[in-house]
């Protein structure tokens, strides 16, 4: 699963550095085509490979907040973004960025539902909850690519 992990975030990076202009949303696809994958390995029984190809999938999410080749808030480490959350809050208390502590707890307590979300829709649904989230995927990438306003700006190359 590490591997497969790594293997992801190595695909992410390779797709964002090919892909320039419309460089979030070819990530996009490129992650539900991976649901997608893990979805129809579940469907026909090959849970260890669906299960690889979703962390896959977890690894090649991360490379949505590269920039200049280096990831700048990791998805998918709790701990890490809880401790970003409590470093700026510190910081808000004595003086510094009042801000700049809630993008971190965003972060946070959007992992803790989709971790939520994603147990209930399992348990309903069992592995047919990766369509859910592979369809998710697929109405988010196609709506970033047809947007007329971009996502970041065109100094990052985004779209």
Known sequence: MIGSFVVG????SLCGRIIQRSRHSALIYLIAVM????ALL??????????AVLAMAMGAENALFERDGEVQIGLT?????????GQH???ALMGGDRLGWLPYLLLWIG???GA????LSYRLIGHSAIWVAAGAAWLLASWLHHRPVPLI???QGSR
């Open 9 to 12: 975030v190595m695909l992410g």
């Open 35 to 38: 649901l997608s994958v893990a």
């Open 42 to 51: 579940a469907m026909f029984g090959a849970n260890w490979a669906a299960a």
């Open 77 to 85: 480490y709790m701990a890490g973004t809880l401790v970003k959350f």
């Open 89 to 91: 809050l510190l910081s």
């Open 111 to 113: 992992l803790v539902t």
């Open 116 to 119: 939520i979300l994603g147990a």
């Open 153 to 155: 700006g065109p100094d």
